[in-house]
């Protein structure tokens, strides 16, 4: 039933958005269900892409990543999309009342999975991991998960449409400021306790 709404929110969200609510997922059985596949699918393409395809600017000269620093990489990758999920669940219970909210945290969770979804699955584009093809595949799943997350708070959240909007822009503002920290942290790591060995 899961596998099906998270098929469902990306082909009518409205409709599936109101099945999500009728249904009481735990925050565990999201992690575990859900998080943890999803979680894996841009971890892992990224690690064939990097390892087995490479990547190049100018058409030419590709290179990779060897194995045995790509594949700590990953795994920290998978981690911080873990921990990623779980700040904003947690951001968007703690700023809920403010919006006349009153759902519980596995509610929150259940509206930040699934928004996130489309991102997760552009991870997809990591097996062909071309800077331009990247952008744009990634550019597009914001947008969809944009157009989910506004079109879920009011279902979910059981608020009213005017402060849905205004929460769901702070959802999303809260969502940027995790991304930008995780990418932060990721060329933290890289260039001081993991550093990356490249293969031309």
Same mark, same amino acid.
Not at 113 to 139: D, H, Q, R
């Given at each position: &039933?899961?596998?099906?709404?998270?098929?469902?929110?990306?082909?009518?969200?409205?409709?599936?958005?109101?099945?999500?609510?009728?249904?009481?997922?735990?925050?565990?059985?999201?992690?575990?269900?859900?998080?943890?596949?999803?979680? #894996?699918?841009?971890?892992?393409?990224?690690?064939?892409?990097?390892?087995?395809?490479?990547?190049? =600017?100018?058409?030419?000269?590709? %290179?990779?990543?060897?194995?045995?620093?790509? +594949?700590?990489?990953?795994?920290?990758?998978?981690?911080? &999309?873990?921990?990623? %999920?779980?700040?904003?669940?947690? #951001? $968007?219970?703690?700023?809920?009342?403010?919006?006349?909210?009153?759902?519980?945290?596995?509610?929150?969770?259940?509206? $930040?999975?699934?928004?996130?979804?489309?991102?997760?699955?552009?991870?997809?584009?990591?097996?062909?991991?071309?800077?331009?093809?990247?952008?744009?595949?990634? +550019?597009?799943?914001?947008?969809?998960?944009?157009?989910?997350?506004?079109?879920?708070?009011?279902?979910?959240?059981?608020?009213?449409?005017?402060?849905?909007?205004?929460?769901?822009?702070?959802?999303?503002?809260?969502?940027?400021? %995790?991304? $930008?920290?995780?990418?932060?942290?990721? $060329?933290?790591?890289?260039?001081?306790?993991?550093? =990356?060995?490249?293969?031309?």
């Amino acid at each position: &039933m899961f596998l099906q709404h998270m098929m469902g929110v990306l082909y009518h969200p409205k409709k599936e958005w109101n099945a999500i609510r009728n249904e009481h997922y735990s925050t565990t059985h999201v992690f575990l269900a859900q998080i943890s596949i999803l979680a #894996a699918i841009p971890a892992i393409s990224l690690f064939i892409g990097t390892t087995q395809v490479g990547w190049s =600017l100018t058409g030419s000269d590709y %290179v990779t990543l060897s194995i045995a620093s790509a +594949l700590p990489a990953a795994i920290a990758f998978y981690i911080a &999309m873990w921990v990623a %999920v779980g700040i904003i669940a947690y #951001a $968007v219970h703690w700023m809920e009342k403010t919006y006349g909210g009153s759902v519980g945290f596995d509610e929150c969770m259940v509206l $930040v999975t699934f928004t996130a979804t489309p991102l997760f699955l552009s991870g997809l584009a990591g097996l062909y991991p071309m800077l331009w093809f990247n952008v744009i595949v990634g +550019l597009l799943a914001l947008s969809y998960s944009v157009y989910l997350l506004y079109a879920g708070v009011p279902q979910i959240m059981q608020i009213p449409e005017d402060r849905a909007f205004f929460f769901s822009t702070s959802i999303l503002t809260v969502g940027l400021v %995790v991304l $930008v920290a995780i990418l932060a942290a990721t $060329v933290i790591l890289w260039g001081t306790f993991v550093p =990356l060995s490249y293969n031309s």
